[in-house]
Nanobody, 119 residues
Framework: QVELVESGGGLVQPGGSLRLSCAAS????????MNWYRQGPGKQRELVAG???????NYADSVKGRFTISRDNAKSAVFLQMNKLKPEDTAVYYC?????????????WGQGTQVTVSS
């Protein structure tokens, strides 16, 4: 199993920056991919960014050029650097870990952290 602990959310003005962190513990070497999802008010949950164990990344079109996902060398944490934030980025952001064990897939979720972009 993997436990995910998120931090870094908060209130920021438009154009500002935040850096979200997600610390993973447990079977970290079974993690194939880590992702950031978000769910804004009245919206469906959407994938924001993902990074595989090999370092490949992908981003939602709405955040390309503004957000950067990264991981530490031990692959025990994932980060989301968010720049040029917009009000529409306001959402609860969730860390997700996709595990591959014994040719099976498992998903674990953090508790979510609130990001509010407002003047």
């Amino acid at each position: 199993q993997v436990e995910l602990v998120e931090s870094g959310g908060g209130l920021v003005q438009p154009g500002g920056s935040l850096r979200l962190s997600c610390a993973a513990s447990g079977s970290i070497f079974s993690i194939y991919r880590m992702n950031w999802y978000r769910q804004g008010p009245g919206k469906q949950r959407e994938l924001v960014a993902g990074i595989t164990s090999s370092g490949s990344t992908n981003y939602a079109d709405s955040v390309k050029g503004r957000f950067t996902i990264s991981r530490d060398n031990a692959k025990s944490a994932v980060f989301l650097q968010m720049n040029k934030l917009k009000p529409e980025d306001t959402a609860v952001y969730y860390c997700n870990a996709d595990l591959r064990e014994d040719k099976r897939s498992f998903n674990y979720w953090g508790q979510g952290t609130q990001v509010t972009v407002s003047s």
